[in-house]
């Protein structure tokens, strides 16, 4: 009777053991297809700064099926010099007020502090990390829509900042008479392939 009772209990504990061994973690690195897109007004004009060339890596665990459950890390890296204007002086002046010469890169860091919201293969995923910008780093929440076909998955999404939260001066022009307002927003497109 007592042996029945502990093989029942080894058989029972390896059920629940079960879905905890079938999670894994689903790693993508982005591809060529992606772009940045870092948009601005001034009492002149709207400007706008993009770049095509950046590093993202973001993992995934999964449970028992393919569905992403929970967010493992997010990381991403943007050369400052790659974000390119068809203002070439506009382009000039936010390389020097990023101090692109001693901080070259813009990054982003999540270690698995977001949210997941599933609608079929269109998943709404808000990760909190640090991004870091000319040497200040600030907690911010990025929301990101991501549909995943399989081979690859798109991620698309908005956030916007505040240039002098990362001691950046918004630029000036002609003694100051044509001022860069201090708000950005910055929109991103990244395709991912495991």
């Known amino acids: 009777m007592q042996n029945r009772k502990f093989i029942a209990a ?14 894994q973690s689903l790693n993508y690195t982005s591809t060529d297809d992606a772009h940045v897109l870092v948009k601005g007004t001034s009492t002149l004009h709207d400007w706008e700064l993009r770049s095509e060339t950046m590093m993202s890596e973001v993992a995934f665990i999964t449970g028992n099926g393919e569905a992403f459950e929970a967010l493992e890390s997010v990381m ?3 050369e400052k010099t790659t974000l390119e204007s068809d203002r070439s002086r506009l382009e000039r002046m936010a390389h020097e007020e990023m101090d692109a010469d001693n901080y070259p890169q813009i990054t982003f ?11 079929g293969d269109e998943y709404r995923v808000t990760a909190t990390g640090d991004l870091t910008i000319s040497g200040v780093t600030r907690q911010v929440s990025v929301e990101a829509t991501c549909i995943n076909t399989g081979d690859e998955m798109v991620c698309t999404g908005t956030r916007d900042l505040r240039m002098t939260d990362y001691d950046i001066d918004p630029p000036t022009l002609i003694l100051g008479t044509i001022r860069t307002h201090d ?10 392939s495991q």
């Open 183 to 192: 708000d950005v927003t910055v929109e991103f497109r990244i395709v991912y």
């Open 109 to 119: 860091r999540s270690d698995g502090n977001g949210d997941i919201e599933r609608n």
């Open 76 to 78: 991403f890296v943007l």
């Open 10 to 23: 080894i058989i029972l504990s390896g059920i629940l053991l079960i879905p905890d061994s079938l999670s």
